[in-house]
């Protein structure tokens, strides 16, 4: 009879921790990147009777960026985990990165017990407050009845209109007691994002009359899943492609309309077309300083029809003539059906299609050192339609930017807006965690893997064979490369002395790697370590003084440094 | 000096979430005050000018559970009023119709926020 008794309780009341786990669950989620902590050993407990994938990091700044280069890579929510305290505070960079990016995470976090909240208790950390500003929403939960609508509504919010990551603060004590059941069942709804299409008819009508149009793409068509929106009204109207970083891949960077990345290291032919056209239909894109926004190639009395999800970005720094809240796939749908009719070759597409064909130069460089170039370059040749391709941050990031020719939404993946380095490579590992059987390949800088390193620990643990293809110039490049353009060669604290050995390193985790020092070596070893099986580093000795050109110097007036360029 | 009416569901961390939502966006807020009603909170917020207005407010009405956000009209300003009647402090929204000694019409009040007890009375 005890036992009836007791399974009727256990039908009708849940643990905490398992309660999240149980919503997350039926929410689809089925990797969970963390560390555990004092605060968070329910939730670990009940852990090992669940069905999620537990990914046991060695740093929880890591855990975030695992768990955002799963959702980039996936379009699903990606979902991290630390203890109180150190724990959280090291996520937020991660989380921070995410933000920027508005890539969906759920951050699940332990907090000290609720007594204890507020009496500078052991690992204690004002979590909530210090998420706030980094996060889309946040939820600090003080009862347990509060769980099922912190992880539902979470991952909603999470998901809805402009994507972010969501902070659930869950203290330990909240995590050690019992949900009623009827919580579990309630629903939990979040309202739709607000939509604003009264510019729709004069978008249309200025997209008809405009000689020269130009379509400029952010991160928000990819996550929008717009690609194939954008490539029939840039047919329709004859009108070229450019992007953002953030939005790179988005469209095939081969398509003879595809002019690339624009911005501060973007493509010339990008940044031509760019100041010469006369009206930009922007998708999804927030006019950033190192895009298209407060650059000298953002022309005065530019005509913009401005399209993105959030509100808040219209108009914010940019003065768009026509301003569209909404879905850019949505929107592309109505601006298509009020075009109908298609614009035929025009002296403008002609113009463009030169540019493209000015653009192209030699990156099979035979120098030696390698030049960063001929890295980029080589990839290109070893990698499969099927792969990712992730970056740090720095000049390695640039080059990548540049040059590589991406073909599909989410095969690059990158730190676009908060510039985070070391982002890179434990992003790598969330996407080969999302998808085993593709190569996944980080291009890393020696600055930026020095701070992740111990994350080649998780790759072999975990078994995530990815590859980092290093270029190890044994500087800061990037800061060096603004000291010397701009600061009189006055190096300071950007020379990387006494680098490691990085092929010893890697194998004294248990994976493996190769020094390249040759530009005939470089490919050979790049097939090596896509096929090793194991976590592999390419550690390529590349030229210290290659710089990454063309670059438009920050602040209006200055000339453009092209360098090795010959856009004339 | 503009003034920003904000109501919001009456929601754990909402009140500081607006305000974060400000300072990330380097705008100061000079006073602010807060009243609950029906499970709903308005906000009155005095800020320094800031050139980000419309997306401004749109950023604030795109966090969750705010319901409305709006700029009120340039000569509102909040009061402290003292109510020597009931011995407590109420916090009055109007125009500056009167001048700041004179008298103010109740017509042009837009906000009055709840009794405050006095520190006597909490003792």
Known sequence: MSSIIVSIRRAILLKGSKAALTLLEKQGVNVMFGLPGGTTIPLYDDLLDSNIRHVLVRHEQCAAHMADGYAR??????????????????????????????SPMLVLTGQVATPMIGNDAFQEADSFSLMMPITKHNFRVLDPKDIPEAIVRGMAIATTGRKGPVHVDLPVDVM????????????YRVAPPAEDFSGLPQAVQMLRNAERPLILVGGGVIWSDATQEVLRISQMLMAPIVTTIMGKGAVPEDHPLCLGVIGMHGRECARKAFSECDLVLALGTRFSDRSAGNQNVLEEGMRIIHVDIDSGELGKTYNSLVRIVGDAKKVLRLMIEGL??????????KRV??????????????ENPIKPQ?????????????????????????WAAHFLKVKRPRQFITSGGFGTMGFGFPAALGVKVAFPNSPVVDIAGDGSIQMVFQEFATAVSENLPVVVCLMNNGWLGMVKQWQKLFWEKRYSGTELKKNPDFVKLAQAFGADGVRV???SELRPALLAGLKSGVPFIVDVIVDPEEDVLPMIPPGKGLDIVRGRCKWK | MEVIRVVVNDAQGVLSRVLAELVRRKVDVDKAFFGREDGKVTMIIEVRSTSLNG??????????????????????????????????????????????????????????????????DKE
């Open chain 1, 73 to 102: 890579a996936t379009g699903r929510v990606g979902v991290c985990t630390s203890t109180s305290g150190p724990g959280v505070t090291n996520l937020m960079t991660g989380v921070a990165t995410a933000y920027v990016d508005s």
């Open chain 1, 176 to 187: 050690r007691a019992e949900v009623p059941e009827d919580m579990m069942r309630k629903e």
């Open chain 1, 340 to 349: 109908v009719s298609r614009k035929g070759e025009s002296e403008w597409s």
């Open chain 1, 353 to 366: 299609r030169t540019y493209i064909k000015e653009c192209e130069c030699e990156i099979d460089l035979p």
């Open chain 1, 374 to 398: 001929k890295i980029i370059r080589d990839l290109m040749t070893v990698l499969s339609d099927n792969a990712f391709i992730t970056t740090e941050v720095g000049q390695n990031q640039m």
């Open chain 1, 517 to 519: 020092e040759r530009p």
């Open chain 2, 55 to 120: 997306a401004l407010i749109s950023a604030v009405q795109n966090l969750q559970d705010v319901l409305s956000a709006e700029y009120l009209k340039e000569d509102y300003l909040c009061h402290w009023e003292l109510f020597p009647s009931t011995k407590s402090e109420r916090v009055l929204m109007g125009t500056h119709d009167g001048g700041s000694t004179g008298p103010r019409k109740d017509s042009n009040i837009v906000y009055m926020g709840l009794t405050v007890r006095s520190q006597s």
